[in-house]
């Protein structure tokens, strides 16, 4: 692991704080697009990447540059759904919306969540695969309280969905809407073939499956009935939609099979009694392509005891229609362990030759102890595991090695993109606890390699860092403990007190008078006034790039967990800035797989690789760009200016007519764009695009090569998304 001192080509990154009250852990996740969604307890913040950069006389950036601009979306969460919001799904599929009584809240076959509980607070959330919502976004499942998930996506927006930035188009967010929902009553259309009886379903926790590499996902989620379900989505959107459609979304129930794990279940009135149960409870591993079908392994965390069940889909099959999935009768494999309460399990993005063996790896947080774990594909009969008591396997008790952090919960925990030169007997991983104090040094722990030359006195991410100065702040105890309204500014609101505020050098201009508050008092009885609470960590989409979001608290004064009263922020950090080449060559093949906004998000803060035809004001042509703009030269060189109709001259992307009105150029097919509305705007290279629509009523003679090669969500210069 290198230094966190970014190289001189890669811009700095900016922590932020957020008013927020955070009540879950696991609560940031990064989109494949590089979006940042963040939870707390009643609303989810969305964070849009910032891909533009101010440009100084000499070229070079000027002013502070930050990864995340200021569209920020807000909204609640809290809201129960009506079973009316799945209506459309059924209409799609010509099946009747069941008939059944309807109580707000509430399902399964819980004491209390049966009875239709009001509690609707955040749970969990995450990212689907990309294409899924408009312009081949992702859209968010959002777990809720009363054991329902909601899917939100951006609707279709009026045109005007964007705002000048830095002198061009930048993406903004309108209210997004919710598409569809499952579990506490909103019920979906079950495959033909798959006869389930309808319940109204308490969800505890779920999991999308990793690309699938066809259309559509796959999404899993575990009810209190010991069940795993499966099901397909897929979505439809049309691109001249009215403002806030959602799109067309086939989304139906393909498998579904009980995860009870071998052991019997044990009263909470027995001595040997322990809490168990999570909200992450689900993961999906990377899928293995055979044939004309790929196979994927689910894994589940039961009493003591994670399973992995195969799960394999036949391909192809044609959008917007169900596909084929198979899952294995029994788990191919499973491990026991003792686990607690949100245990939950990582895999490692890649399948590994093992001899004529294919294994595929990751690690199981219990959530106090990382444990490794190492699966084969098609596992024999013998490996499979029986009927059998905790006793049996000793996981009664906790593992009684590293004790000292059992008490401390991992609620952060990536795998860093594997070394296809050299195998490492584990995945090579990074993770993070909840509390970070002083006299806690296990609150971030990885096995990548140390640096050899520290710069800066800085190891590891630049987070952890920031985190730990929090943390080893001091003050005299006297000072600590006095009256906040004694000790001037040298306290905040909640107690804490800023590193800057107290410091002698630096409280100039302020009420602070180092000489009357520090006369006659013991400045060697130091203690430490602050405490960190990590609720969760993320890595971007290429792995170069690691977030945490933290609460600040006060050690020595008491704290309100309310909006106003607690201090957070979202910090962040990189790994292998200074990569040799081997790894520069794995970090390339890596980076083939992400969206362009992924990797212009890596080039600009990760230290990835270059992305072609962003490195210049213009996209540099391809062979089949240059392809595609040659059937459009002919009309190209008829138009002409819509004010003067003088003939246009192509200038890079502008074209100009012989009184020098100016005309944006269209970057798939180099014709001038000659009235507004006709034109989609880039989201990462501002290009601008014609509508597909309309360079079919230009050239009907072309038509089936505008439909076939030129598509409605994607810049024809570099490949990213459209910002409405």
């Known amino acids: 692991m290198a230094s966190d001192k970014p190289p001189q080509n890669i811009l700095p990154l900016e922590s932020f704080s957020l008013t927020a009250a955070p009540s879950s852990t696991h609560n940031i996740v990064w989109s494949p697009d590089a979006e940042l969604a963040i939870g707390c307890d009643d609303c989810v913040f969305v964070f849009v990447p910032e891909f533009s950069i101010p440009k100084t006389a000499n070229g070079g950036s000027a002013g502070v540059v930050r990864q995340y601009n200021e569209t920020t979306l807000r909204f609640p969460t809290v809201e129960h759904r009506s079973p009316e919001l799945n209506r459309p799904i059924f209409d799609l599929v010509k099946q009747k919306v069941p008939d059944f009584e309807y109580t707000p809240g509430g399902g399964g076959s819980g004491t209390v969540a049966s009875q239709g509980s009001s509690m609707n607070h955040l749970v969990a959330l995450e990212w689907s695969p990309s294409g899924l919502g408009r312009m081949n976004r992702s859209v968010l499942a959002i777990l809720t309280g009363s054991g329902s998930i909601t899917i939100y996506c951006e609707g279709a927006s009026d045109g005007m969905n964007a705002f000048k930035l830095r002198g061009r188009n930048a993406r903004a967010l309108s209210p997004w809407v919710a598409a569809w929902g499952v579990g506490a009553g909103m019920l979906l259309p079950l495959a033909k073939g798959h006869e389930v009886d309808y319940t109204k379903e308490y969800i505890t926790s779920f999991a999308w499956a990793k690309d699938t590499g066809s259309h559509g996902a796959l999404l899993a989620y575990a009810n209190d009935d010991e069940e795993v379900v499966i ?81 394999t889909i036949h391909l192809p099959y044609e959008h917007m229609t169900c596909p084929k999935v198979e899952v294995g009768k029994v788990d191919s494999n499973g491990v026991c362990h003792y686990l607690s309460t949100d245990a939950f399990v990582v895999w490692e993005d890649l399948i590994w030759t093992v001899g004529d063996l294919k294994v595929c790896r990751g690690i199981i947080a219990t959530p106090s102890q990382a444990k490794a774990f190492q699966i084969q594909f098609d596992c024999q009969p013998s490996s499979r595991v029986i009927k059998h008591t905790t006793d049996e396997c000793k996981t009664t008790y906790p593992d009684q090695e590293n004790s000292v952090l059992t008490q401390n919960p991992i609620t952060g925990l990536i795998i860093h993109p594997p070394s296809l030169s050299r195998t490492t007997g584990m995945p090579s991983y990074s993770l993070v606890r909840l509390s970070a104090t002083h006299e806690n040094d296990g609150w971030f722990q990885t096995n990548l390699p140390l640096p050899t030359n520290l710069e800066d006195g800085i190891v590891g991410p630049r987070w952890a860092t920031e985190i730990n100065q929090t943390i ?104 292998d800035c200074n990569a040799d080449q081997n790894k520069q060559k794995d970090t390339a093949l890596a980076m083939k797989k992400l969206s362009t906004e992924a990797k212009v998000f890596e080039w600009m ?96 003679q072309l038509r089936d090569i505008i439909m076939d090669e030129i598509s409605a969500e994607l810049c024809g210069g570099c490949g990213g998304k459209f910002i409405n």
């Open 472 to 575: 080893e702040h001091q003050l005299p105890r006297a000072m600590a403990y006095k009256p906040m309204a004694d000790t001037g500014s040298a306290g905040s609101e909640d107690g804490s007190a800023d590193e800057e505020e107290i410091d002698a050098d630096s409280a100039e201009g302020s009420d602070y008078d180092p000489e009357e508050n520090f006369a006659g008092l013991d400045t060697e009885d130091q203690v430490h006034i602050n405490r960190v609470r990590i609720w969760g960590m993320t890595a971007s989409p290429g792995g170069g790039i690691t977030a945490v979001f933290t609460s600040h608290h006060s050690t020595v004064w008491y704290g309100r967990d309310t909006y106003a009263g607690v201090k957070c922020r979202v910090l962040f950090g990189r790994h």
């Open 231 to 311: 099901i397909s989505v897929q979505s439809k959107h049309n691109s001249s939609a009215t403002p806030g459609d959602c799109g067309q979304w086939r989304v139906e129930e393909v498998a579904r099979f009980v995860a009870e794990g071998p052991h019997p279940k044990v009263d909470p009135t027995d001595p040997d009694y322990s809490p168990s149960g999570s909200s992450y409870a689900l993961s999906w591993g990377p899928w293995m392509k055979r044939g004309r079908s790929k196979t994927s392994i689910i894994s589940y965390v039961a009493k003591n005891y994670v399973g992995f069940r195969q799960v």
């Open 605 to 700: 803060y990760g230290g990835g690789p270059p992305v072609t035809g962003l490195l210049g004001s213009t996209a540099e042509d391809n062979e089949e760009q240059a392809a595609l703009k040659d059937h459009f030269a002919i009309i190209g060189r008829s138009q002409t200016c819509s004010f003067c109709g003088l003939p246009l001259e192509p200038m890079g992307k502008m074209s100009r007519c012989g009184n020098k009105h100016i005309f944006a150029t269209c970057a798939t097919t180099g014709l001038p764009i000659l009235a507004p509305g006709m034109s989609r705007t880039c989201g990462v290279c501002g290009s601008k695009c014609l509508k597909r629509e309309d360079l079919v009523v230009m050239a009907p």
